[in-house]
């Protein structure tokens, strides 16, 4: 994992923040994983500090964390910063301030149409990528894990997103960005959007519930050789109970695929390392 953590070092920022590849701009995605990622590796409260101190910075009034200044309506980074920022406490602030902008905000929801060619309903509560558009999978499922780890597991719009995982679940296992049938023919699943709502809706559904889309894993992780992919889904299985024994082998020949096709992104680097060093799974490694 050193070489690892190093790759991160050498896109961190003169004012703290962290850029997605070495030269790049601030995002504030790649610094709330670059934080995550490091304090999982054992980084104290002090070499984090200006890092955090970046996201808050760059946080709006009315609490969420943009993924660029210009771009205000793209909110997705917010849960991302919340779990950052979870852990030190002259943070409070501003992550309690992100989880109100959370809690009060929704995607655009509808009563389903007997003629709709969609399977999924529409009128489920959760949250979007962008403001004012239908809510998906993978922000509903981030949002679930920040509000979870800071003490709000048991709040409506929690017990709402995870219906809204559970009605966009496949019949025959898994999860994509969040269709399931479309015109009566139902989708495939995707690895990383798996992992990821397995990993949200731990502890809050029964296995049975899930157990076609644990199977659909067990069956694909070890062909996956992509990070989006095999990190979350080392992190989704984990979350059950079921990491794989040879999870470390398949992380560490994913990041050595680097050689090859070229450098992954802080981002990408980060998950990773937490499916690395996060055993019990993503939510518990905030614990």
């Known amino acids: 994992?050193?070489?690892?953590?190093?790759?991160?070092?050498?896109?961190?920022?003169?004012?703290?923040?962290?850029?997605?590849?070495?030269?790049?701009?601030?995002?504030?995605?790649?610094?709330?994983?670059?934080?995550?990622?490091?304090?999982?590796?054992?980084?104290?409260?002090?070499?984090?500090?200006?890092?955090?101190?970046?996201?808050?910075?760059?946080?709006?009034?009315?609490?969420?964390?943009?993924?660029?200044?210009?771009?205000?309506?793209?909110?997705?980074?917010?849960?991302?910063?919340?779990?950052?920022?979870?852990?030190?406490?002259?943070?409070?602030?501003?992550?309690?301030?992100?989880?109100?902008?959370?809690?009060?905000?929704?995607?655009?929801?509808?009563?389903?149409?007997?003629?709709?060619?969609?399977?999924?309903?529409?009128?489920?509560?959760?949250?979007?990528?962008?403001?004012?558009?239908?809510?998906w999978v993978e922000p509903t499922s981030l949002s679930i894990a920040a509000l979870s780890v800071t003490g709000h597991r048991a709040h409506e719009r929690v017990g709402e997103g995870v219906r809204l995982l559970m009605d966009r679940q496949l019949s025959s296992g898994g999860w994509n960005c969040g269709n399931t049938t479309v015109f009566g023919t139902e989708l495939a699943p995707t690895p990383e959007s798996t992992g990821l709502a397995?990993?949200?809706?731990?502890?809050?559904?029964?296995?049975?519930?899930?157990?076609?889309?644990?199977?659909?894993?067990?069956?694909?992780?070890?062909?996956l050789t992509t990070p989006l992919s095999l990190g979350w889904s080392v992190l989704g299985l984990a979350a059950w109970g079921e990491r794989p024994r040879n999870a470390n082998a398949l992380i560490d020949r994913c990041l050595t695929m680097q050689d090859r096709y070229g450098s992954y992104d802080t981002s990408l680097i980060s998950l990773m390392i937490f499916a690395r060093k996060a055993e019990g799974g993503f939510i518990h490694a905030f614990s």
């Open 1 to 135: 994992m050193k070489k690892a953590i190093d790759d991160i070092s050498t896109s961190r920022l003169p004012d703290g923040g962290f850029a997605l590849r070495p030269g790049g701009q601030y995002r504030p995605d790649a610094t709330a994983w670059a934080i995550m990622s490091l304090r999982l590796c054992g980084f104290s409260a002090d070499p984090l500090y200006p890092a955090r101190a970046r996201l808050a910075i760059g946080q709006d009034e009315d609490g969420r964390i943009a993924v660029a200044k210009d771009q205000p309506q793209a909110f997705w980074p917010t849960p991302l910063a919340i779990l950052a920022w979870h852990g030190q406490a002259e943070f409070d602030e501003p992550r309690e301030r992100a989880v109100r902008f959370l809690l009060n905000t929704t995607g655009r929801h509808f009563k389903r149409d007997k003629d709709s060619p969609i399977g999924h309903d529409p009128s489920i509560v959760g949250w979007p990528w962008t403001e004012a558009t239908h809510s």
């Open 198 to 223: 397995l990993a949200a809706v731990s502890e809050a559904v029964n296995r049975q519930e899930v157990t076609h889309s644990i199977d659909y894993l067990m069956g694909r992780i070890k062909t």
